[in-house]
T-cell receptor
Framework: GAVVSQHPSWVICKSGTSVKIECRSL??????MFWYRQFPKQSLMLMAT?????????EQGVEKDKFLINHASLTLSTLTVTSAHPEDSSFYIC?????????????FGPGTRLTVL | EDQVTQSPEALRLQEGESSSLNCSYT??????LFWYRQDPGKGPEFLFT???AGEEKEKERLKATLTKKESFLHITAPKPEDSATYLC??????????FGAGTTVTVRA
């Protein structure tokens, strides 16, 4: 139980285009979802927290107009990287909490590798 | 400011050679201390949650313990498949995780 999926697993795009990443909780309803990015050899950096039906809360230094988060339902959150540039290339990982019996535990998706050319 | 520090950065073990990873934390109002395992190119996999000093959790060759200021992850008789980066994180009332930098464990056969 407590499975989180992400799609796509990897994406390559040209500079200036937008990319959408989906995060789904497959077997539980997620009260909250989180988005992280991870650079090589570094730990996870929290970008934003989202709750279904409300605006995401962004961490300091994260551009909300560049990283659009939509939490459309209790099982789906999307991250759109708008006008992507090479410096946005990174590993993006989502997580969700709300699994029965472990409502305080974040379960992570497999990650999405974004490469911007 | 919440801070989680892990040591060592890297650990190279021979198969069967037991060892411990350290996680020291200063998280105000700590609700839980989490351990995750992350394989290269994958998302973190949940291992344990510890809530109070003195608590211990075990799973196969792994055992996590918690004191008031630090947590340890003991790996007993490790196998090559235990090679991974182990992440420690603390959380308070907002469910956000403050991650340490991780300890990369390599187990040689």
């Amino acid at each position: 139980g407590a499975v989180v999926s992400q799609h796509p697993s990897w994406v390559i795009c040209k500079s200036g285009t937008s990319v959408k990443i989906e995060c789904r909780s497959l077997d539980f309803q997620a009260t909250t979802m989180f988005w992280y990015r991870q650079f090589p050899k570094q730990s996870l950096m929290l970008m934003a927290t989202s709750n279904e039906g409300s605006k995401a809360t962004y961490e300091q230094g994260v551009e909300k107009d560049k990283f659009l988060i939509n939490h459309a339902s209790l099982t789906l959150s999307t991250l759109t990287v708008t006008s992507a540039h090479p410096e946005d290339s990174s590993f993006y990982i989502c997580s969700a909490i709300g699994a029965p019996g472990r409502t305080d535990t974040q379960y992570f998706g497999p990650g999405t590798r974004l490469t911007v050319l | 400011e919440d801070q989680v520090t892990q040591s060592p950065e890297a650990l190279r073990l021979q198969e069967g050679e037991s060892s411990s990873l350290n996680c020291s934390y200063t998280v105000s109002g700590l609700r839980g201390l989490f351990w995750y395992r992350q394989d290269p190119g994958k998302g973190p996999e949940f291992l344990f949650t510890l809530y109070s000093a003195g608590e211990e959790k075990e799973k196969e060759r792994l055992k996590a313990t918690l004191t008031k200021k630090e947590s340890f992850l003991h790996i007993t008789a490790p196998k090559p498949e235990d090679s991974a980066t182990y992440l420690c994180a603390g959380t308070n009332n907002d469910y956000k995780l403050s991650f340490g930098a991780g300890t990369t464990v390599t187990v040689r056969a």
